[in-house]
Nanobody, 125 residues
Framework: QVQLVESGGGLVQAGGSLRLSCAASGRSLSTYHMGWFRQAPGKERASVATINSSGTSTYYADPVKGRFTISRDNAQNTVYLQMNSLKPEDTAVYYC??????????????????WGQGTQVTVSS
């Protein structure tokens, strides 16, 4: 069993930055592929950025390419999402997820085995 806890969300003005963290306990994350996902009100949960277990492959959804960076520190059992140039449309609850399957789009919501509780990101215009 893996427990995931996200932190770092908050309220920021458009153009600002936030860094989300996802800390794991229970098991080492080194054998899991990881992803950040977001869900806005009335919308489905969608992939934002994913990274394979070794950190050698990443995937970014088109809306965040060039603005967001996913990284991981397996020694610290933590995954990060650096978000720059934030836009109001980035407003959502952000979740991290761990999975065993990494395909062309990395980890997808359907292949996540463990979810965090989510952290709210609100970007004001």
């Amino acid at each position: 069993q893996v427990q995931l806890v996200e932190s770092g969300g908050g309220l920021v003005q458009a153009g600002g930055s936030l860094r989300l963290s996802c800390a794991a306990s229970g098991r080492s994350l080194s054998t899991y592929h990881m992803g950040w996902f977001r869900q806005a009100p009335g919308k489905e949960r969608a992939s934002v950025a994913t990274i394979n277990s070794s950190g050698t492959s990443t995937y970014y959804a088109d809306p965040v390419k060039g603005r967001f960076t996913i990284s991981r520190d397996n020694a610290q059992n933590t995954v990060y999402l650096q978000m720059n140039s934030l836009k109001p449309e980035d407003t959502a609850v952000y979740y991290c997820g761990a999975g065993r399957v990494y395909a062309s789009m990395g980890v997808t919501p359907n292949t996540v085995n463990y979810w965090g509780q989510g952290t709210q990101v609100t970007v004001s215009s």
